[in-house]
T-cell receptor
Protein backbone atom coordinates (compact mmCIF):
# COMPACT_ATOMS: atom_id res chain seq x y z
CA UNK A 1 0.00 0.00 0.00
CA UNK A 2 1.57 3.22 -1.15
CA UNK A 3 0.56 6.06 1.12
CA UNK A 4 2.36 8.80 -0.81
CA UNK A 5 2.00 8.91 -4.58
CA UNK A 6 4.45 11.01 -6.59
CA UNK A 7 4.43 12.14 -10.21
CA UNK A 8 5.93 12.40 -12.71
CA UNK A 9 8.54 9.67 -12.55
CA UNK A 10 10.89 11.74 -14.69
CA UNK A 11 10.97 15.33 -15.87
CA UNK A 12 13.04 17.27 -18.39
CA UNK A 13 13.03 21.06 -18.11
CA UNK A 14 15.02 23.69 -19.95
CA UNK A 15 17.32 25.98 -18.04
CA UNK A 16 15.32 28.89 -16.66
CA UNK A 17 12.05 26.99 -16.74
CA UNK A 18 9.79 25.90 -13.90
CA UNK A 19 9.94 22.34 -12.61
CA UNK A 20 6.80 21.01 -10.93
CA UNK A 21 6.55 17.75 -9.02
CA UNK A 22 3.32 16.58 -7.45
CA UNK A 23 2.50 14.34 -4.51
CA UNK A 24 -0.70 13.04 -2.99
CA UNK A 25 -1.18 11.36 0.35
CA UNK A 26 -3.88 9.25 1.94
CA UNK A 27 -3.28 9.33 5.67
CA UNK A 28 -4.87 12.45 7.17
CA UNK A 29 -2.77 11.99 10.31
CA UNK A 30 0.35 13.11 8.44
CA UNK A 31 1.41 16.51 9.75
CA UNK A 32 4.80 17.17 8.22
CA UNK A 33 5.69 17.09 4.53
CA UNK A 34 9.36 17.34 3.53
CA UNK A 35 11.06 17.19 0.17
CA UNK A 36 14.43 15.52 -0.21
CA UNK A 37 16.98 16.02 -2.98
CA UNK A 38 19.33 13.22 -3.98
CA UNK A 39 22.31 13.41 -6.32
CA UNK A 40 23.60 10.23 -7.98
CA UNK A 41 25.52 7.98 -5.60
CA UNK A 42 24.67 10.12 -2.59
CA UNK A 43 22.15 9.98 0.21
CA UNK A 44 19.08 12.23 0.14
CA UNK A 45 19.23 15.60 1.88
CA UNK A 46 16.37 17.70 3.21
CA UNK A 47 15.49 20.48 0.78
CA UNK A 48 12.38 22.14 2.16
CA UNK A 49 9.41 21.13 4.30
CA UNK A 50 5.92 22.32 5.17
CA UNK A 51 3.29 21.74 7.84
CA UNK A 52 -0.42 21.61 6.92
CA UNK A 53 -1.29 24.83 8.72
CA UNK A 54 0.15 26.87 5.82
CA UNK A 55 -0.63 26.68 2.11
CA UNK A 56 2.74 27.72 0.77
CA UNK A 57 6.37 27.90 1.82
CA UNK A 58 9.14 29.46 -0.19
CA UNK A 59 12.89 29.15 0.21
CA UNK A 60 14.86 30.80 -2.56
CA UNK A 61 13.88 29.21 -5.87
CA UNK A 62 12.04 26.34 -4.16
CA UNK A 63 8.37 26.56 -3.19
CA UNK A 64 6.03 24.00 -1.66
CA UNK A 65 2.31 24.43 -2.32
CA UNK A 66 0.00 22.53 -0.01
CA UNK A 67 -3.70 21.72 -0.49
CA UNK A 68 -5.02 20.11 2.67
CA UNK A 69 -8.55 19.46 1.40
CA UNK A 70 -7.24 17.68 -1.69
CA UNK A 71 -4.46 15.95 0.28
CA UNK A 72 -1.92 17.10 -2.26
CA UNK A 73 1.33 19.02 -2.19
CA UNK A 74 3.80 20.02 -4.84
CA UNK A 75 7.33 21.29 -5.28
CA UNK A 76 8.00 24.14 -7.68
CA UNK A 77 11.55 24.95 -8.74
CA UNK A 78 11.70 28.37 -10.33
CA UNK A 79 14.46 29.35 -12.78
CA UNK A 80 15.62 25.73 -12.93
CA UNK A 81 19.37 25.28 -13.30
CA UNK A 82 21.49 22.33 -14.50
CA UNK A 83 22.76 21.98 -10.94
CA UNK A 84 19.19 21.16 -9.89
CA UNK A 85 19.37 17.92 -11.88
CA UNK A 86 18.75 15.26 -9.26
CA UNK A 87 16.10 12.92 -7.94
CA UNK A 88 13.48 14.51 -5.73
CA UNK A 89 11.46 12.64 -3.14
CA UNK A 90 8.40 13.88 -1.36
CA UNK A 91 7.67 12.40 2.03
CA UNK A 92 5.10 12.53 4.77
CA UNK A 93 5.32 12.05 8.50
CA UNK A 94 3.03 11.74 11.46
CA UNK A 95 5.11 13.34 14.18
CA UNK A 96 5.15 11.79 17.59
CA UNK A 97 6.24 8.53 19.12
CA UNK A 98 7.95 6.15 16.71
CA UNK A 99 7.43 8.57 13.87
CA UNK A 100 8.89 7.48 10.56
CA UNK A 101 8.94 8.99 7.11
CA UNK A 102 6.89 7.58 4.24
CA UNK A 103 8.47 8.42 0.89
CA UNK A 104 7.11 8.86 -2.59
CA UNK A 105 8.69 6.94 -5.45
CA UNK A 106 10.87 9.83 -6.62
CA UNK A 107 11.13 12.11 -9.64
CA UNK A 108 14.26 12.23 -11.70
CA UNK A 109 14.73 15.83 -12.87
CA UNK A 110 17.02 16.75 -15.72
CA UNK A 111 17.59 20.43 -16.49
CA UNK A 112 18.98 20.97 -19.98
CA UNK A 113 20.95 23.92 -21.29
CA UNK B 1 32.58 16.97 11.64
CA UNK B 2 29.18 15.46 12.46
CA UNK B 3 27.33 13.08 10.23
CA UNK B 4 26.50 9.53 9.29
CA UNK B 5 29.09 7.17 7.91
CA UNK B 6 28.15 4.08 5.95
CA UNK B 7 30.66 1.49 4.93
CA UNK B 8 31.61 0.06 2.61
CA UNK B 9 30.44 2.16 -0.32
CA UNK B 10 30.33 -0.87 -2.63
CA UNK B 11 29.84 -4.47 -1.54
CA UNK B 12 29.70 -7.67 -3.51
CA UNK B 13 28.21 -10.83 -2.09
CA UNK B 14 27.92 -14.33 -3.35
CA UNK B 15 24.53 -15.96 -3.28
CA UNK B 16 23.88 -17.75 0.00
CA UNK B 17 26.15 -15.54 2.06
CA UNK B 18 25.20 -13.15 4.83
CA UNK B 19 26.70 -9.70 4.71
CA UNK B 20 26.70 -6.82 7.21
CA UNK B 21 26.47 -3.14 6.32
CA UNK B 22 27.87 -0.65 8.77
CA UNK B 23 26.23 2.60 9.87
CA UNK B 24 27.77 4.95 12.44
CA UNK B 25 26.58 8.41 13.48
CA UNK B 26 28.07 11.08 15.72
CA UNK B 27 25.03 13.38 15.74
CA UNK B 28 23.88 12.13 19.14
CA UNK B 29 20.58 11.05 17.57
CA UNK B 30 18.49 8.45 19.32
CA UNK B 31 16.61 7.25 16.24
CA UNK B 32 18.20 5.38 13.35
CA UNK B 33 16.73 3.88 10.20
CA UNK B 34 17.60 1.59 7.33
CA UNK B 35 16.07 2.13 3.90
CA UNK B 36 16.37 0.22 0.69
CA UNK B 37 16.29 2.11 -2.60
CA UNK B 38 15.40 0.48 -5.91
CA UNK B 39 14.79 2.28 -9.21
CA UNK B 40 11.21 3.52 -9.45
CA UNK B 41 10.29 2.41 -5.93
CA UNK B 42 11.57 5.21 -3.79
CA UNK B 43 12.87 4.51 -0.31
CA UNK B 44 11.37 1.62 1.59
CA UNK B 45 11.88 1.21 5.32
CA UNK B 46 13.58 -1.99 6.44
CA UNK B 47 14.12 -1.50 10.19
CA UNK B 48 14.22 1.38 12.61
CA UNK B 49 15.33 1.95 16.16
CA UNK B 50 14.22 4.68 18.53
CA UNK B 51 16.52 3.74 21.39
CA UNK B 52 19.45 1.49 22.24
CA UNK B 53 18.62 -2.22 22.50
CA UNK B 54 15.24 -1.75 20.83
CA UNK B 55 14.21 -1.85 17.17
CA UNK B 56 11.13 -2.43 15.05
CA UNK B 57 10.44 -3.95 11.66
CA UNK B 58 9.65 -1.61 8.82
CA UNK B 59 7.74 -2.39 5.65
CA UNK B 60 10.20 -4.85 4.11
CA UNK B 61 12.05 -6.51 7.03
CA UNK B 62 12.01 -10.08 5.70
CA UNK B 63 15.53 -11.36 5.04
CA UNK B 64 17.19 -8.64 7.10
CA UNK B 65 18.34 -8.31 10.70
CA UNK B 66 19.69 -5.46 12.80
CA UNK B 67 21.16 -4.75 16.21
CA UNK B 68 21.40 -1.60 18.30
CA UNK B 69 23.94 -2.21 21.04
CA UNK B 70 25.30 1.33 20.96
CA UNK B 71 23.62 4.67 20.32
CA UNK B 72 26.10 5.47 17.56
CA UNK B 73 25.83 2.23 15.62
CA UNK B 74 23.03 0.44 13.75
CA UNK B 75 24.43 -2.35 11.55
CA UNK B 76 22.23 -4.13 9.01
CA UNK B 77 22.74 -7.78 8.08
CA UNK B 78 21.42 -8.95 4.75
CA UNK B 79 20.84 -12.64 5.16
CA UNK B 80 20.72 -15.42 2.60
CA UNK B 81 16.95 -15.43 3.09
CA UNK B 82 16.67 -12.09 1.27
CA UNK B 83 15.69 -13.18 -2.22
CA UNK B 84 16.62 -10.04 -4.10
CA UNK B 85 19.30 -8.23 -2.10
CA UNK B 86 20.90 -6.22 -4.90
CA UNK B 87 20.04 -2.60 -4.09
CA UNK B 88 21.24 0.72 -2.72
CA UNK B 89 20.99 0.76 1.08
CA UNK B 90 20.65 4.01 3.02
CA UNK B 91 21.04 4.59 6.72
CA UNK B 92 19.51 7.63 8.40
CA UNK B 93 19.20 9.14 11.85
CA UNK B 94 17.02 11.73 13.51
CA UNK B 95 16.02 13.18 16.85
CA UNK B 96 13.76 10.68 18.55
CA UNK B 97 10.01 11.22 18.34
CA UNK B 98 10.45 14.07 15.91
CA UNK B 99 12.17 12.80 12.80
CA UNK B 100 11.37 16.15 11.26
CA UNK B 101 14.75 16.01 9.64
CA UNK B 102 16.34 12.70 8.81
CA UNK B 103 20.06 12.83 8.03
CA UNK B 104 21.21 10.24 5.54
CA UNK B 105 24.51 8.52 4.97
CA UNK B 106 26.10 8.20 1.55
CA UNK B 107 24.72 4.72 1.03
CA UNK B 108 26.08 1.24 0.33
CA UNK B 109 25.50 -0.36 -3.04
CA UNK B 110 25.18 -4.11 -2.58
CA UNK B 111 25.49 -6.43 -5.56
CA UNK B 112 24.95 -10.16 -5.46
CA UNK B 113 27.24 -12.00 -7.85
Amino acid sequence: QQQVKQSPQSLIVQKGGISIINCAYENTAFDYFPWYQQFPGKGPALLIAIRPDVSEKKEGRFTISFNKSAKQFSLHIMDSQPGDSATYFCAALQTGTASKLTFGTGTRLQVTL
Amino acid sequence: DGGITQSPKYLFRKEGQNVTLSCEQNLNHDAMYWYRQDPGQGLRLIYYSQIVNDFQKGDIAEGYSVSREKKESFPLTVTSAQKNPTAFYLCASSIRDKNTEAFFGQGTRLTVV
